[in-house]
Nanobody
Framework: QVQVRETGGGLAQAGTSLTLSCSAARRTNSNNGMGWFRQAPGKEREFVAGIGWNGGNTIYGDSVKDRFTISRDRGQSTVFLQMNNLKPEDTAIYYC?????????????????WGQGTQVTVSS
């Protein structure tokens, strides 16, 4: 079992920025892709961003493209999500996950280990 932990959520005003961090407890996860998903009340879980094992292969959901940036520190199995120009519709619980393989994917079924999530609330 791998412990995945997200930090950095909270309250923000529209137009401002937040950065989420995610750490995975096992060093071998540095060879796996990692990703962020989110789920708003009453909605299905949505893919936000993913990154490959070496920091390349970054992919984004259409609703966050050009506003959010995913990056990682391979040596620490840590991934970051820089969220700029936040909108009220970004309000959700954000989940970090470790992929089954080396590359990122948009499909939640391609991720094996998940964190408990961190709440992000954006006010207008």
């Amino acid at each position: 079992q791998v412990q995945v932990r997200e930090t950095g959520g909270g309250l923000a005003q529209a137009g401002t920025s937040l950065t989420l961090s995610c750490s995975a407890a096992r060093r071998t996860n540095s060879n796996n892709g990692m990703g962020w998903f989110r789920q708003a009340p009453g909605k299905e879980r949505e893919f936000v961003a993913g990154i490959g094992w070496n920091g390349g292969n970054t992919i984004y959901g259409d609703s966050v493209k050009d506003r959010f940036t995913i990056s990682r520190d391979r040596g620490q199995s840590t991934v970051f999500l820089q969220m700029n120009n936040l909108k009220p519709e970004d309000t959700a619980i954000y989940y970090c996950a470790v992929a089954l393989r080396a590359f990122a994917s948009r499909a939640s079924s391609d991720y094996r280990y998940w964190g408990q999530g961190t709440q992000v609330t954006v006010s207008s």
